[in-house]
């Protein structure tokens, strides 16, 4: 069983009473954040596996009609990449835009 410490020294001195010591083990630590990531991805509703999106997927991934993610990627709001005859979305991009909320009025964002 592979142990990791990590020690939070107070004021610089390994000798005070109220550092903070942390022990965890690394498979233990490994199984919580890979729970973590499909937890999040899950809110997020990204498939798991996936680096790109096509535009129906995004556009419900992010709330909104499709027409409004073809709207922003027409006007140079949102980047997207052409393959074969579909544009893709990565999720970098996507959370950039809505991020930045850019070209996203109330009216176009869908109830959840």
């Known amino acids: 069983m592979a142990h990791s410490s990590i020690q939070f020294p107070d004021s610089g001195s390994s000798h005070n009473p109220a550092a903070l010591q942390l022990t965890f083990d690394r498979s233990l630590l490994r199984e919580l954040v890979e729970e973590v990531l499909r937890e ?12 790109a999106l096509d535009e129906a997927e995004a556009a419900q991934a ?29 999720r970098t991009d996507l959370l950039e835009v809505l991020r930045s909320n ?7 964002v869908q109830d959840a």
């Open 40 to 51: 999040t991805l899950s809110v997020l509703d990204w498939p798991i596996g996936r680096i």
């Open 62 to 90: 992010c709330g909104v009609k499709q027409h409004v993610l073809r709207d922003l990627r027409l006007s140079g709001a949102i980047r997207a990449q052409k393959i074969g005859r579909k544009f893709v979305y990565t």
């Open 102 to 108: 850019q070209g996203i009025t109330s009216g176009e």
